[in-house]
């Protein structure tokens, strides 16, 4: 592997090649892997002066390369997309065949807690130098600090194959920003029989994952969804502050929804000053914010104790279930004790009960539109809440409210502070070889394309498979042509 840094005022100039991949995350280092493998001369370009930046940042906490889910449920957790298509390309590249590809780099995986495949030490830069090695071995051409600016279809006149110019802007070493082109800034051209575009989403785009090349496909006329945050947390507009002594704390054994019971999950969040985090809400990211695009608004609704029933919560409370309680000072330490609930289950539960903006005007309706759940029976004695909890409340009424404490929420968090990102390139235009239908010898895959997926393993693999079926497919593409 050649990393080529340009130190010169004039760039050299770079040689035709079979395989040109743009974009050196997990989906890119794959799709050359397998072109490579095939035997086919490839060229990896990346505008970072190294390879793998969103690989090693995914790694800080353990890297989570996958996860033993059985196969229909993993293959279910992609959202976007065409579902047989998902099967198929986890077919191709399934936890065996990850895990037997780590073994083949020298790593050894282990299943953790929750099904997840980690490396054995858990971090990233091992697997990911022996990875750069055999690319090495294998002859990838790396170019480093070269930035795609245009990409253009051509015929030859010489052979009449169809080929792709490429013109990649140069950051020198020595520019205080690498990533940034200055107005006079130097250019290279390459042309290529296929490419395999590996751009990323919007995410941490410090790693180069700066969703720049939308505009760009946009005015190629290529179909895309706009770029939005997953896998993130979400804002809150507390009605009370929560005490600084909770911020960070988690809400651990709870389960929660976006409106549909039936589509509940379990799972810990992070109270924060701005709203919610953690990976239940991840898990929810993908139906919260359909339900924010569709009706203007979306709540995530909380079960502090789903391990009791709405009954059990009043039977704990050792008194009439139609006492009255005054939400004072003295309630709270008394729920906490007689619920076992933590400080941070308190806080919430306290937060929204006393909010005056915090509870919707109807909380339980049978109407399926109003994306609020339905009344269980015998759990609540009025089919209304008002916006605040007035007197008189009763023990049930508060067993109700922990059974389905509604958060509203205002917003997603930034996209630059999210783990992953949906949208990209619509699927309608992609065939099932992750080739633009339009335009024969132009593939994606990783991020850029129109999929999102919960952590837990599922990112990475599906960067992984998406990066297996590019290079195959255009590994067979140029075979063709030079048939």
């Given at each position: 592997m050649q990393e080529k840094n340009p130190k010169n005022s004039s760039p050299p100039p770079i040689a035709p090649v079979q395989v040109a991949i743009i974009g050196g995350g997990p989906a890119g280092l794959r799709a050359a892997e397998v072109a490579l493998a095939q035997g086919l001369h490839v060229a990896l370009f990346d505008q970072k002066p190294s390879p793998g930046r969103k690989f090693l940042l995914a790694g800080k906490g353990g890297l989570n390369i996958s996860n033993a889910m059985p196969a229909d449920a993993f293959a279910a957790q992609y959202k976007g997309g065409r579902a047989p298509l998902w099967k198929s390309m986890l077919a191709d590249f399934t936890l065996e065949d990850?895990?037997?590809w780590a073994q083949d780099l020298g790593v050894e995986t282990f299943i953790g807690t929750s099904n997840r495949l980690f490396p054995r030490d858990k971090y990233a830069a091992p697997l990911l130098r022996r990875w750069l090695h055999r690319l090495r071995t294998w002859g990838l051409h790396v170019y480093t600090r070269h930035k795609l600016?245009?990409?253009?279809?051509?015929?030859?006149?010489?052979?009449?194959?169809?080929?792709?110019?490429?013109?990649?802007?140069?950051?020198?070493?020595?520019?205080?920003a690498p990533e940034a082109q200055p107005a006079s800034a130097q250019s290279v051209v390459c042309e290529a029989l296929s490419v395999i575009l590996a751009l990323g989403g919007g995410s941490y785009p410090e790693t180069g994952s700066d969703g720049s090349w939308v505009n760009m496909l946009l005015q190629q006329g290529i179909a895309t969804q706009p770029l939005a945050p997953a896998n993130c947390g979400?804002?809150?507009?507390?009605?009370?502050?929560?005490?600084?002594?909770?911020?960070?704390?988690?809400?651990?054994?709870?389960?929660?929804?976006?409106?549909?019971?039936?589509?509940?999950?379990?799972?810990?969040?992070?109270?924060?000053?701005?709203?919610?985090?953690?990976?239940?809400?991840y898990q929810l990211g993908n139906e919260l914010r359909m339900r924010q695009c569709n009706a203007g608004k979306a709540a995530l609704y909380l079960d502090l104790k789903p391990a009791r029933s709405a009954e059990e919560l009043?039977?704990?409370?050792?008194?009439?279930?139609?006492?009255?309680?005054?939400?004072?000072?003295?309630?709270?330490?008394?729920?906490?004790?007689?619920?076992?609930?933590?400080?941070?289950?308190?806080?919430?539960?306290?937060?929204?009960?006393?909010g005056n903006s915090c509870l919707p005007d109807t909380l339980y309706s049978s109407k399926a539109e109003d994306h609020s759940p339905?009344?269980?029976?015998?759990?609540?004695?009025?089919?209304?809440?008002?916006?605040?909890?007035?007197?008189p409340w009763t023990i049930r009424d508060l067993s109700a409210l922990a059974k389905?404490?509604?958060?509203?929420?205002?917003?997603?968090?930034?996209?630059?502070?999210?783990?992953?990102?949906?949208?990209?390139?619509?699927?309608?235009g992609v065939t099932d070889?992750?080739?633009?239908?339009?335009?024969?010898?132009?593939?994606?895959?990783?991020?850029?394309?129109?999929?999102?997926?919960?952590?837990?393993?599922?990112?990475?693999?599906?960067?992984?498979?998406?990066?297996?079926?590019?290079?195959?497919?255009?590994?067979?593409?140029?075979?063709?042509?030079?048939?």
């Open positions: 990850l895990r037997a600016l245009s990409l253009q279809r051509l015929t030859k006149a010489s052979n009449a194959h169809p080929t792709w110019r490429l013109t990649l802007g140069v950051a020198t070493p020595e520019a205080a979400w804002e809150v507009d507390w009605p009370t502050p929560l005490p600084s002594a909770v911020e960070g704390q988690p809400l651990k054994n709870i389960a929660a929804h976006a409106g549909d019971p039936a589509h509940a999950r379990a799972g810990e969040l992070l109270l924060t000053r701005y709203g919610i985090e953690g990976g239940l809400i009043v039977a704990l409370w050792k008194g009439s279930a139609d006492e009255v309680v005054t939400l004072d000072s003295r309630l709270w330490p008394r729920l906490e004790k007689a619920w076992k609930l933590s400080r941070a289950h308190i806080s919430i539960l306290k937060a929204v009960a006393l339905k009344q269980p029976p015998e759990s609540i004695s009025r089919q209304k809440l008002p916006c605040t909890l007035q007197p389905a404490l509604p958060v509203p929420l205002t917003r997603p968090r930034p996209i630059e502070e999210a783990i992953s990102s949906a949208g990209g390139v619509c699927w309608d070889e992750l080739m633009l239908a339009a335009s024969p010898g132009l593939f994606f895959a990783g991020e850029m394309l129109d999929w999102e997926a919960p952590t837990g393993g599922f990112l990475l693999h599906g960067a992984l498979a998406t990066g297996t079926r590019a290079g195959k497919s255009a590994a067979c593409f140029c075979k063709d042509l030079m048939a």
